[in-house]
């Protein structure tokens, strides 16, 4: 008989739970590949499991029709029942049900945040059929964070953010079975079977980048005019900063060039502190690492999570920007001097008497902000290292002085036109010295000017701008705009980004939206408006907190999402054949887009097709008026590079395989640096 079960939410973690209760040796045991953890501590015989994050989803109830909607009629499910690809999660479900039969006494130890509450909440009913259970609760896998949250386990599951986790996925899969089910329908109707998707949060989402992609289009660029001149080889810029017209630009020009001197009217300084920010919550880690490293936010949440595990960081799907004064930062510290990057700043910190960080307004009622537990690294990956090096070094940061700046500006009238130039140095680094890596820091020393004095002008400029539009987003700024607008979760925007890419309604880092992105949100705002309607999201994000607090039930909120989809969706049916020939339309437009690696020597356009067969080539879209024809390699994403071969001028493509690194690939089989460097190798 157990005394008590222990239930993570990962091997990973189950493993560092067990290792960190563990009194003498941990023993490993193994239920076909799924691996648990025996340990003992006070005289209690304990079994550590891991979970594979979820082991059920919800179902519709009885298998219908694709083209039926709206389901409504669905039922919790073990992920193996639902999906052949998650077959895997029979063994955990088998192994947590033996093991907590004979367990007097169960604890829940899945991640602190709506998801894992959800995940350890339908183990326990699903698996153990119990109605409730211990809860340990932890923001990093430290021995110290363990042992804590183990020594003072609530009585209790937090059943409020349980109930809001499985409210979460019964209403994401209403919208998402439903609205795909209405979009892929309506395309069957113009005589097409083709995937297409959208969702409670995914419309939405979509919306807001249409809506920036016609600001684009309709943005209308207008000319100003900048004078500036050139003294001491600065430039000083005119004081009224844009002029509105050439003509007035041009009488300004005049009569400056007209001096060979101007006079130093005035020499001011000042001098500010510019204060450390403020520690990483996920949104702000994302967003510093996408404009460092270009990793999106997928990949940095992923790779985040990775560190998390290895008990590097702490927990990183948190909303905070705040790092509360129970946590041991001199401890943390102190393991981090033993480090040699930042063995240096780390040590000066720890001479101080009192460490206090700097913070910003962003809480969160589970996590404090993204921090390094102290635990020294060891065979990170690349991405890994860099990523773990900026959490640390934004840490390391929140604790140092401000920066010291200084900024000079000089005043120069020329006949009674004024410039200004402006010079910035550091007076004092502060925090520079531990964030230097990732900043860029552009430090422009004005020469001594006195006031009163002449200074030749050396250049008179006038240049001819126009205004720009608006920028496009980028997955960092997408996610960012999403959090902006309390859309999705902290851990979901990155994956709600990634499936617009996936389905092909966006593309590039600075995004775009695909004919097929635009003919999907066109028809869904014609159509069924509140499905891409911000607002009804945001209603039900408010509505999910309220029943994490306990303040509204589940079951209400479920069914005023049943009444207000059911409207809309009988609504979209009348209008199917008409909708499905729009959508057809931008697939096939979508596709021969996307298809396209380079021009043909004809002038037509090379598209990658496939043959009966099944195999891959290029040919031309005038065909058969141009027979030009080029094999592909039958493996590996082909990506137009926009390259030509500088030997026979034919285009270059970029081949993606995974595990392997990208190759360029000329398509002419008959190259002659092709040939000459096949020769070469062999």
Not at 82 to 106: G, P, V
Not at 353 to 374: F, Q, S
Not at 476 to 489: D, I, W
Request: with cysteine; proline share 5%.
């Amino acid at each position: 008989m157990l005394d008590e079960l222990i239930i993570a939410e990962k091997p990973s973690s189950a493993r560092k739970i067990a290792q960190a209760l563990a009194e003498s040796r941990v023993k490993t045991r193994k239920y076909g590949r799924v691996p648990y953890f025996e340990i003992e501590r006070k005289g209690k015989k304990i079994v550590v499991v891991g979970a594979a994050g979820h082991l059920f989803g919800v179902a519709e109830k009885k298998k219908v029709a694709f083209n039926h909607y709206p389901v409504f009629e669905v039922e919790w499910k073990p992920l193996y029942a639902i999906s052949r690809s998650a077959s895997y999660t029979k063994d955990y479900i088998n192994l947590i049900r033996k093991l907590s039969k004979d367990a007097k006494e169960i604890i829940i130890a899945t991640d602190y945040d709506i998801e894992g509450e959800a995940i350890g909440y339908n183990i326990l009913r699903f698996i153990c059929n119990r109605k409730n259970a211990k809860r340990m609760l932890f923001s990093a896998l430290t021995k110290e964070d363990l042992v804590k949250a183990y020594e003072n386990a609530k009585s209790t599951i937090l059943k409020g953010l349980a109930e809001a986790g499985v409210t979460r996925h019964i209403l994401d899969y209403f919208w998402g079975i439903n609205v795909s089910r209405a979009l892929m329908s309506s395309v069957k109707k113009a005589g097409r079977h083709y995937i297409l998707s959208s969702g409670r949060v995914q419309g939405p989402a979509l919306r807001i980048v249409y809506e920036r992609e016609l600001e684009i289009r309709d943005f209308v660029p207008t000319p100003y005019w900048k004078l500036s001149i050139v003294v001491d080889g600065i430039n000083a810029e005119y004081e009224k900063g844009k002029i509105e017209s050439e003509d007035e630009g041009k009488k300004l020009k005049e009569i400056v060039s007209r001096q060979k001197t101007c006079v130093v009217e005035d020499v001011s300084e000042k001098t500010y502190k510019h204060n450390p920010p403020a520690p990483f919550n996920l949104n702000d880690l994302q967003s510093e690492a996408y404009a460092l490293f270009k990793l999106t936010p997928k990949q940095t949440q992923e790779i985040a999570q990775k560190l998390y595990e290895m008990s590097l960081i702490s927990y990183p799907r948190t909303s905070s920007q705040k790092l509360p004064r129970t946590i041991d930062f001199r401890n943390i510290m102190g393991k981090l001097a033993k480090s040699e990057p930042y063995k240096k700043i780390a040590g000066t910190l720890l001479q101080k008497r009192m460490l206090i960080p700097a913070e910003g307004k962003k809480e969160d009622e589970a996590h404090p902000a993204i921090h390094p537990t102290g635990e020294l690294p060891n065979g990170l990956s690349r991405n890994e290292a860099r990523v773990y090096d900026l959490i640390v070094r934004r840490f390391l940061s929140c604790f140092m002085e401000p920066a010291e700046k200084k900024t000079v500006k000089a005043v120069f009238n020329a006949s009674g036109i004024k410039f200004v130039a402006t010079g910035t140095t550091t007076l004092k680094e502060g925090w520079y010295e531990a964030y230097k890596p990732y900043l860029r820091i552009r430090d422009t020393e004005l020469p001594q000017f006195r006031v009163g004095e002449l200074r030749n002008i050396e250049r008179v400029k006038l240049e001819k701008k126009m205004t720009s539009p608006p920028e496009r987003y980028t997955p960092a700024s997408l996610v960012r705009e999403m959090e902006k607008r309390n859309l999705g979760t902290k851990a979901t925007r990155a994956e709600i980004v990634q499936s617009l890419y996936d389905r092909g309604y966006i593309k590039g880092r600075k995004i775009e939206i695909t004919p097929l992105g635009e003919m999907v949100v066109k028809v869904l705002m014609d159509n069924a408006e509140k499905i891409v309607d911000e607002k009804l999201t945001r209603e039900f994000e408010e509505k999910l907190e309220k029943i994490a607090k306990d303040a509204v039930e589940s079951e209400d909120v479920i069914e005023e999402a049943k009444e207000s989809l059911t409207v809309v969706l009988e609504e979209f049916k009348n209008r199917e054949s008409k909708v499905g020939s729009m959508l057809l339309n931008s697939i096939q437009e979508t596709e021969k887009m996307n298809n396209v690696v380079g021009k043909c020597e004809c002038g037509g356009n090379l598209i990658i097709k496939k043959s009966k067969n099944g195999k891959r080539f290029v040919s031309c879209d005038t065909y058969p008026k141009c027979r030009k024809i080029y094999p592909l390699p039958s493996k590996g994403k082909v990506e137009a590079t926009g390259k030509v071969c500088e030997e026979c001028g034919t285009p270059i493509v970029k081949i993606i395989m995974r595990n392997k690194k990208p190759w360029l690939l000329c398509l002419d089989p008959e190259c002659k640096k092709k040939k000459a460097n096949t020769q070469a190798r062999s």
